[in-house]
């Protein structure tokens, strides 16, 4: 089944103790990036990745990380959380060059204390 | 800057009768816009897009039109199920940037 998997899908933590998010797709998709939702903000895209070992910031990069070394992983990287990152996370993957369709995963739910 | 807006956080219809929601954005750069539907514990799933030089993309009961020079798109639902009962966001790309609306909550109510 074509999917796009994550985990945790719920984290709870303490401001400062770095975590990761982890999202693989099984599609060989060249694109993967990640979303933060929050209420009245919508979808904010964090960071994407065009193809292996190649990353750029998306709207809202500051306090995440991210790395693209292999085609179907892309995992999110929190070096210090802190409480406004509390959120609820996606990743999508899209087949081409930021293709008209992404494939999104079922969301992390991230609470930072 | 939000730069794709949906006004109405929520709509409620009757099953059987059209949902209409709308969007809005401000860069005329925008070169693709997507409709997506999100269940509550889910991730957003792909609805229906339409390109920039259309202004009209249907799909059997979903129909999106486009007015670039009021930079305002819609979602026509018919008939509404409640099935349809979901957030739907409206997003907008150009180049590698996606930006998406804060969503609305369509209830079809049978």
């Known amino acids: 089944e074509a999917q796009v998997t994550q985990n945790p899908r719920y984290l709870i933590t303490v401001t400062g103790k770095k975590l990761t998010v982890t999202c693989s797709q099984n599609m060989n998709h060249e694109y993967m990036s990640w979303y933060r939702q929050d209420p009245g903000l919508g979808l904010r895209q964090i960071y994407y990745?065009?193809?292996?070992?190649?990353?750029d910031k998306g709207d809202v990069p500051e306090g995440y990380k991210v790395s693209r070394k292999e085609k179907r992983n892309f995992p999110l990287i929190l070096e210090s959380p802190s409480p406004n990152q509390t959120s609820l996370y996606f990743c999508a993957s899209s087949g081409t060059l930021m293709g008209n369709e992404q494939f999104f995963g079922p969301g992390t739910r991230l609470t930072v204390l | 800057d939000q730069q794709v807006k949906q006004n109405s956080p929520s709509l409620s219809v009757q099953e059987g009768r059209i949902s209409i929601l709308n969007c809005d954005y401000t860069n005329s750069m925008f070169d693709y816009f997507l409709w997506y539907k999100k269940y509550p514990a889910e991730g957003p799933t792909f609805l229906i897009s339409?390109?920039?030089?259309?202004d009209k993309n249907e799909d059997g009961r979903f129909t999106v039109f486009l007015n670039k020079s009021a930079k305002h798109l819609s979602l026509h639902i018919v008939p509404s199920q409640p099935g349809d009962s979901a957030v739907y966001f409206c997003a907008a790309r150009v180049n590698n940037d996606m930006r998406f609306g804060a969503g609305t909550r369509l209830t079809v109510k049978p």
């Open positions: 990745s065009m193809n292996v070992e190649v990353t």
């Open positions: 339409i390109s920039s030089i259309k």
